[in-house]
């Protein structure tokens, strides 16, 4: 199990396809005290693993001591970044704070490319040397690209730079159109060059030692099984059944790209909303409409159940992305 906890909305970048619509930092943001709070509560929850996130999460000056706090609770912390404030200074920071792993956004091999889409003119040249940083450290880290018209051709060769800098892993997420990202939704995949995407990233799956996950794109379990190809993950969309999002204000909500308050945690224990939401207990029956509803893949994939409601407004409706024909339906 794993939250994802948006530290603030604080950012030194503006990218075209941030959900939270980051940028300034919110006067209603959790305090140091209300974040500690948090930290138990989610601990109590039965979760393990705690994405420290934003915004850009290192732009919150306590953040090392809330990831100290997490750590002594034996909660597994790591952090979500751009990458482009991580010093050698700051790497050193991270690593004493208990941080297990960082993951760093990088979305193209072209400089111009990359620093449009983050709009910071030399934030590819800060985000390599913060992954340099990281390694010299000795902080694991993963590569984390979004995946666009313009990048996907990219991809493999993405991979190839993150096994060559020393990550761990390269996770790609696919865009939902879902704060800023919704004035790029034609930047998108569209269908078929999707499922097209997931099976060329399983075939380099093959050839590569580090981790290849696709985000917010739960058919790649479906293309790995039919392929043949070990994964350890055994569950697609984890939306509300092991992960969910806390906003920098307190608002939980079942993923990132799912905007729907289900509770505020300076209101009630995180914990409480955790077990007793009627949103998060009625995605955790798999009670699924249309063709997810009757899928062999139903319990491995699960379809995105943000892009459901996004495209059909119901987030139990089926993923109209998805092209596979399900045996039942035959």
Same mark, same amino acid.
């Given at each position: 199990m794993l939250v994802s906890w948006n530290t603030t909305n604080q950012c030194n970048m503006f990218c075209d396809h941030?959900? %939270?619509?980051?940028?300034? %930092?919110?006067?209603e943001e959790l305090s140091t005290a209300q974040a500690r709070k948090l930290i138990e509560e989610i601990k109590k929850a039965g979760f393990q693993i705690m994405i420290f996130s934003g915004g850009e999460p290192l732009m919150r000056p306590d953040v090392y001591e809330l990831a100290d706090f997490a750590t002594s609770l034996g909660l $597994?912390?790591?952090m979500g970044s751009n990458g482009s404030l991580i010093t050698a *200074? +700051?790497? $050193? *920071?991270?690593? &004493?704070?208990?941080?297990?792993?960082?993951? +760093?956004s990088l979305d193209s091999l072209d400089p111009v490319k990359n !620093? !449009?889409? $983050?709009?910071?003119?030399?934030?590819?040249?800060?985000?390599?040397?913060?992954?340099?940083?990281?390694?010299?450290?000795? +902080?694991?880290? *993963?590569?984390?690209?979004?995946?666009?018209?313009? !990048?996907?051709? &990219?991809?493999?060769?993405?991979?190839?730079?993150?096994? &060559?800098i020393g990550a761990m892993a390269h996770h790609i997420f696919f865009l939902v159109p879902t704060g800023r990202a919704v004035n790029i939704e034609d930047e998108a995949l569209k269908v078929a060059e999707y499922e097209?995407?997931?099976a060329r990233l399983m075939e380099k799956q093959r050839k590569v030692p580090i981790e290849i996950k696709p985000t917010c794109a739960p058919q790649f379990i479906r293309v790995a099984d039919k392929k043949g190809i070990p994964l350890r993950f055994s569950k697609g969309c984890l939306a509300g059944i092991s992960y969910c999002i806390i906003s920098p204000t307190?608002?939980? *909500?079942?993923?990132?790209?799912?905007?729907?308050?289900?509770?505020? +945690?300076?209101?009630q224990p995180f914990d409480k909303i955790w077990r007793e939401n009627e949103t998060l207990q009625r995605l955790r029956t798999?009670?699924?409409q249309g063709k997810c509803g009757i899928c062999d893949f139903?319990? %491995?994939?699960?379809?995105?159940r943000a892009r459901a409601n996004y495209y059909n407004g119901d987030f139990m409706a089926e993923d109209t992305w998805c092209l596979y024909h399900p045996k039942e339906a035959e």
């Amino acid at each position: 199990m794993l939250v994802s906890w948006n530290t603030t909305n604080q950012c030194n970048m503006f990218c075209d396809h941030c959900y %939270r619509d980051a940028g300034a %930092r919110s006067e209603e943001e959790l305090s140091t005290a209300q974040a500690r709070k948090l930290i138990e509560e989610i601990k109590k929850a039965g979760f393990q693993i705690m994405i420290f996130s934003g915004g850009e999460p290192l732009m919150r000056p306590d953040v090392y001591e809330l990831a100290d706090f997490a750590t002594s609770l034996g909660l $597994r912390a790591v952090m979500g970044s751009n990458g482009s404030l991580i010093t050698a *200074q +700051v790497a $050193r *920071q991270i690593k &004493e704070a208990g941080f297990m792993a960082a993951g +760093v956004s990088l979305d193209s091999l072209d400089p111009v490319k990359n !620093n !449009n889409f $983050r709009k910071l003119d030399n934030a590819y040249q800060l985000t390599v040397e913060g992954m340099h940083n990281l390694k010299k450290a000795e +902080v694991p880290f *993963q590569v984390h690209t979004t995946v666009m018209d313009w !990048n996907v051709g &990219e991809l493999e060769a993405i991979t190839d730079f993150a096994i &060559e800098i020393g990550a761990m892993a390269h996770h790609i997420f696919f865009l939902v159109p879902t704060g800023r990202a919704v004035n790029i939704e034609d930047e998108a995949l569209k269908v078929a060059e999707y499922e097209k995407t997931l099976a060329r990233l399983m075939e380099k799956q093959r050839k590569v030692p580090i981790e290849i996950k696709p985000t917010c794109a739960p058919q790649f379990i479906r293309v790995a099984d039919k392929k043949g190809i070990p994964l350890r993950f055994s569950k697609g969309c984890l939306a509300g059944i092991s992960y969910c999002i806390i906003s920098p204000t307190g608002d939980v *909500q079942p993923c990132a790209y799912m905007d729907m308050q289900l509770g505020n +945690v300076k209101e009630q224990p995180f914990d409480k909303i955790w077990r007793e939401n009627e949103t998060l207990q009625r995605l955790r029956t798999l009670e699924y409409q249309g063709k997810c509803g009757i899928c062999d893949f139903k319990k %491995r994939c699960g379809g995105c159940r943000a892009r459901a409601n996004y495209y059909n407004g119901d987030f139990m409706a089926e993923d109209t992305w998805c092209l596979y024909h399900p045996k039942e339906a035959e």
